[in-house]
T-cell receptor, first 114, second 113 residues
C-alpha cells in the first residue's frame, strides 16, 4: 500500500481481556517495528522484524506481549490479560531495510483498558 | 546505549519567527538521523532524513543539519506559522542495535498567531 496501515484506530477493552493490533506495512518493506507511546511519554521500542531473521523482542515489557509477522508482511501485536497500564498508543513503522532508508509510521492504535 | 536528548522541551513563539530545535545523541555510529512531526493524537510524519554521510537536508521552510562528530542535529524552521504547532521528534538508528530508532523526548512547539 501507499502507507503503513494500522487497525483498529481505537480499541477500548476490559481489563483481563486479550487484544490484537494489526499493522500492514508498505509493500516491499522488509523491516517492521512496533513502538508504544503512553500519555505524556516518549516512544518506547517494543519489537522489530527484519526479513526472515528472528525478531528482536528486547523491548517487550512482559510475557503478556507477543508479536508475529506472517509471510514477511502483516504483523500482529497481541496483548494478553490486558492491564490498565497497557493503555497507550501503539505505533507501527516500516522501512525498506534496516538502517539507511528512513522509517514510515502508521497512524497508530489507541488502546484504552478500562 | 544510545541516548537522544532534545532541547528545549517546549517552545512558544509568535508567528513569523525563525527558530531552532536541538537534538543531541551519544552514539555516533548511526545510519542516519530523522526528524518527525507529531500532531496531538496522531502518528508520526517524517519531515527530513539526513544520511550519516550528509551534513544537511532542506525541505521548504525546514532545514536540518547533522554533525556526527559532536553528536548534534538541529532543525531550523523559517518564518514559523500556526500550522507548525506540533511536537517535533528526532531519532537515530544505530548499527549495533538492528537499526531501531532511538527517540528523544521531543520539543513541543506552539506558534501563536
Amino acid at each position: 500500500g501507499a502507507g503503513v496501515s494500522q487497525s483498529p484506530s481505537n480499541k477500548v477493552t476490559e481489563k483481563g481481556k486479550d487484544v490484537e493490533l494489526r499493522c500492514d506495512p508498505i509493500s516491499g518493506h522488509t523491516a517492521l517495528y512496533w513502538y508504544r507511546q503512553s500519555l505524556g511519554q516518549g516512544l518506547e521500542f517494543l519489537i522489530y522484524f527484519q526479513g526472515n531473521s528472528a525478531p528482536d523482542k528486547s523491548g517487550l515489557p512482559s510475557d503478556r506481549f507477543s508479536a508475529e509477522r506472517t509471510g514477511g508482511s502483516v504483523s500482529t501485536l497481541t496483548i494478553q490479560r490486558t492491564q490498565q497500564e497497557d493503555s497507550a498508543v501503539y505505533l507501527c513503522a516500516s522501512s525498506l531495510e534496516v538502517g539507511g532508508y528512513g522509517y514510515t509510521f502508521g497512524s497508530g492504535t489507541r488502546l484504552t483498558v478500562v | 546505549k544510545q541516548e537522544v536528548t532534545q532541547i528545549p522541551a517546549a517552545l512558544s513563539v509568535p508567528e513569523g519567527e525563525n527558530l531552532v530545535l536541538n537534538c543531541s545523541f551519544t552514539d555516533s555510529a548511526i545510519y542516519n538521523l530523522q526528524w518527525f512531526r507529531q500532531d496531538p493524537g496522531k502518528g508520526l510524519t517524517s519531515l527530513l532524513l539526513i544520511q550519516s554521510s550528509q551534513r544537511e537536508q532542506t525541505s521548504g521552510r525546514l532545514n536540518a543539519s547533522l554533525d556526527k562528530s559532536s553528536g548534534r542535529s538541529t532543525l531550523y524552521i523559517a518564518a514559523s506559522q500556526p500550522g507548525d504547532s506540533a511536537t517535533y521528534l528526532c531519532a537515530a538508528p544505530i548499527y549495533n542495535q538492528g537499526g531501531k530508532l532511538i527517540f528523544g523526548q521531543g520539543t513541543e512547539l506552539s506558534v501563536k498567531p
